[in-house]
């Protein structure tokens, strides 16, 4: 959506002790994009591919794509686990670390991810929240491209990548995330689970975490005795071995053809 047009809405700085994955920006003159994103929620990762292309369709013509990576989960405070999902995931444009929400606050963002356009003068033209809207967030920043290039080229718009993503479409409701331990009793667990600051924890190998659940697909958070991450999943989760940390649930939307 489009702030009213009366405000004046500039970008926030970054703080300057913040860390900084890839090349930190420098001064940027053009339009700027800032994402904020966490590599441990599914709807960041439906969202990524977006993102991606939009580094790389017009950073040549002066867009400055920012994300900002503020953690959901406990193991996301730590630098070299996102270091390890930013390769993985061939992310290149640049990433700045927000383990204690300082940037989030700054920007009084409600969640992830959440998306934030501003023009060549540094003022607010677009915001977003969620999943979607992606032709529309496009749209917006080609309009900031040609106010601050008129003779720029700009190619048509990204096609959906889920069917979800089609304008207009209307989806089914889905499950509500889990999220541990406050959702516990959610859940039906198998053998021994301990409590944790965000996770309950597998005391042995063989405990499992069944639950219900109606959406397109199931994904758990997962962290200890694997690498921390989203994982998919069905309606139940097993440790292969003690000392998993279960830290929530995520579910993604119906998909329009199969919800049919």
Same mark, same amino acid.
């Given at each position: 959506?489009?702030?009213?047009?009366?405000?004046?809405?500039?970008?926030?700085?970054?703080?300057?002790?913040?860390?900084?994955?890839?090349?930190?920006?420098?001064?940027?003159?053009?339009?700027?994009?800032?994402?904020?994103?966490?590599?441990?929620?599914?709807?960041?990762?439906?969202?990524?591919?977006?993102?991606?292309?939009?580094?790389?369709?017009?950073?040549?013509?002066?867009?400055?794509?920012?994300?900002?990576?503020?953690?959901?989960?406990?193991?996301?405070?730590?630098?070299?686990?996102?270091?390890?999902?930013? $390769? =993985? +995931? &061939?992310?290149?444009?640049?990433?700045?670390?927000?383990? %204690?929400?300082?940037?989030?606050?700054?920007? !009084?963002?409600?969640?992830?991810?959440?998306?934030?356009?501003?023009?060549?003068?540094?003022?607010?033209?677009?915001?977003?929240?969620?999943?979607?809207?992606?032709?529309?967030?496009?749209?917006?920043?080609?309009?900031?491209?040609?106010?601050?290039?008129?003779?720029?080229?700009?190619?048509?718009?990204?096609?959906?990548?889920?069917?979800?993503?089609?304008?207009?479409?209307?989806?089914?409701?889905?499950?509500?995330?889990?999220?541990?331990?406050?959702?516990? $009793? =959610? +859940? &039906?667990?198998?053998?021994?689970?301990?409590?944790?600051? %965000?996770?309950?924890?597998?005391?042995?190998? !063989?405990?499992?975490?069944?639950?219900?659940?109606?959406?397109?697909?199931?994904?758990?958070?997962?962290?200890?005795?694997?690498?921390?991450?989203?994982?998919?999943?069905?309606?139940?989760?097993?440790?292969?071995?003690?000392?998993?940390?279960?830290?929530?649930?995520?579910?993604?939307?119906?998909?329009?053809?199969?919800?049919?």
């Amino acid at each position: 959506m489009r702030p009213p047009s009366e405000a004046e809405i500039h970008a926030p700085e970054f703080p300057r002790h913040l860390d900084w994955l890839n090349v930190a920006p420098r001064a940027h003159k053009g339009p700027m994009l800032v994402e904020f994103w966490d590599h441990a929620r599914v709807n960041s990762l439906r969202t990524l591919p977006y993102v991606r292309a939009w580094h790389e369709r017009y950073t040549d013509r002066g867009l400055l794509v920012v994300g900002v990576h503020t953690p959901g989960y406990s193991f996301g405070r730590d630098p070299e686990v996102v270091a390890e999902a930013v $390769e =993985r +995931l &061939e992310i290149h444009h640049p990433v700045v670390l927000d383990p %204690d929400f300082e940037v989030w606050r700054r920007y !009084g963002n409600p969640g992830w991810p959440g998306r934030y356009l501003f023009d060549h003068a540094a003022r607010l033209v677009h915001l977003h929240y969620g999943e979607g809207e992606y032709r529309e967030t496009e749209l917006a920043v080609q309009e900031a491209l040609a106010g601050f290039d008129p003779e720029t080229a700009l190619p048509e718009p990204l096609e959906p990548v889920h069917p979800e993503d089609e304008p207009g479409v209307l989806l089914e409701p889905q499950t509500a995330d889990l999220r541990l331990p406050a959702d516990r $009793e =959610r +859940l &039906e667990l198998v053998r021994d689970w301990i409590e944790g600051e %965000d996770y309950l924890e597998a005391s042995d190998a !063989g405990a499992a975490a069944s639950f219900s659940y109606a959406a397109g697909g199931a994904w758990a958070v997962l962290s200890g005795s694997v690498r921390p991450g989203l994982y998919e999943t069905g309606d139940t989760v097993v440790a292969d071995s003690p000392g998993l940390r279960l830290h929530g649930v995520q579910f993604t939307p119906i998909s329009p053809v199969d919800g049919s």
